[in-house]
C-alpha cells in the first residue's frame, strides 16, 4: 500500500523567502509527526498532530515555523524568511494512533537555503 | 531537555561481531520502545521494538534488551553484516501522547 509522501523532495530557496513543504500520511492514520535532521545529526521533534490538533508545538525553532493539519490528513509546514541554518532534511512520519505504535517516515524534503 | 541519551555516536565493528547500542530514558508515561534503522537518503524505518512484559525480544540477528528498573534498553546486533551499516536511533515515551528519539548511532560494519 501506499507510504507516507513528502513533496517537494528538494527545495532550494533563497534566504528571506518562504517555503511550504507537503505530507501526505497513510491513509486512516491519526497521528502526525514532524522532524528535522541536519547533515549527520539526529531527529529533531517539531510537532506533532492528533487528528487536525496539535498537542505538542514545543519543538518549533522559532515563530518563524508553523504547520496546519487539515482533514485528519495532509499536512504543511511553513518556514517564514528562511534562514540558512533552516537547510535540513524535513521528515514527516504518521502512525495510527500516537502513544506506543510505530511511526511510518516519509523520504524527507531536503532543504537548501542560499 | 534531551529526554532519551543513546550511545554511541558512532561504531566501527568488524563483520561478524557483535554491535551493541545503548539508550537510557527518563519519562514512563507508557511501555513502548523501538528501534529504528535509517539508510543514506531515505527516511527511518521500524527495526524492532519491545513492550517491556518482557526484558528482552529477539527477531533474526537483532535483540532488544529491556532493564526497567534501571531505565534503560539496548539493541544488540549479532553476526554483523555489511548490509547493518547504517544509522540506529531509539525512541522513547516524552508524555503522555508521543515519543522522543535518541541522536543516534552511526553503525559501520566492515567486510
Known amino acids: 500500500g501506499a507510504g507516507v509522501s513528502q513533496s517537494p523532495s528538494n527545495k532550494v530557496t533563497e534566504k528571506g523567502k518562504d517555503v511550504e513543504l507537503r505530507c501526505d500520511p497513510i491513509?486512516?492514520?491519526?497521528?502526525l509527526y514532524w522532524y528535522r535532521q541536519s547533515l549527520g545529526q539526529g531527529l529533531e521533534f517539531l510537532i506533532y498532530?492528533?487528528?487536525?490538533?496539535?498537542?505538542?508545538k514545543s519543538g518549533l525553532p522559532s515563530d518563524r515555523f508553523s504547520a496546519e493539519r487539515t482533514g485528519g490528513s495532509v499536512s504543511t509546514l511553513t518556514i517564514q524568511r528562511t534562514q540558512q541554518e533552516d537547510s535540513a532534511v524535513y521528515l514527516c512520519a504518521s502512525s495510527p494512533l500516537a502513544r506506543g505504535d510505530t511511526q511510518y517516515f516519509g523520504p524527507g524534503t531536503r532543504l537548501t537555503v542560499l | 531537555q534531551q529526554q532519551v541519551k543513546q550511545s554511541p555516536q558512532s561504531l566501527i565493528v568488524q563483520k561478524g561481531g557483535i554491535s551493541i547500542i545503548n539508550c537510557a530514558y527518563e519519562?514512563?508515561?507508557?511501555?513502548?520502545f523501538p528501534w529504528y534503522q535509517q539508510f543514506p537518503g531515505k527516511g527511518p524505518a521500524l527495526l524492532i521494538a519491545?513492550?517491556?512484559?518482557?526484558s528482552e525480544k529477539k527477531e533474526g540477528r537483532f535483540t532488544i534488551s529491556f532493564n526497567k528498573s534501571a531505565k534503560q534498553f539496548s539493541l544488540h546486533i549479532m553476526d554483523s553484516q555489511p548490509g547493518d551499516s547504517a544509522t540506529y536511533f531509539c525512541?522513547?515515551?516524552?508524555?503522555?501522547?508521543?515519543?522522543?528519539f535518541g541522536a543516534g548511532t552511526r553503525l559501520t560494519v566492515k567486510p
Open positions: 519519562n514512563t508515561a507508557f511501555d513502548y
Open positions: 491513509s486512516g492514520h491519526t497521528a
Open positions: 519491545i513492550r517491556p512484559d518482557v
Open positions: 525512541a522513547a515515551p516524552y508524555n503522555n501522547n508521543d515519543m522522543r
Open positions: 498532530f492528533q487528528g487536525n490538533s496539535a498537542p505538542d
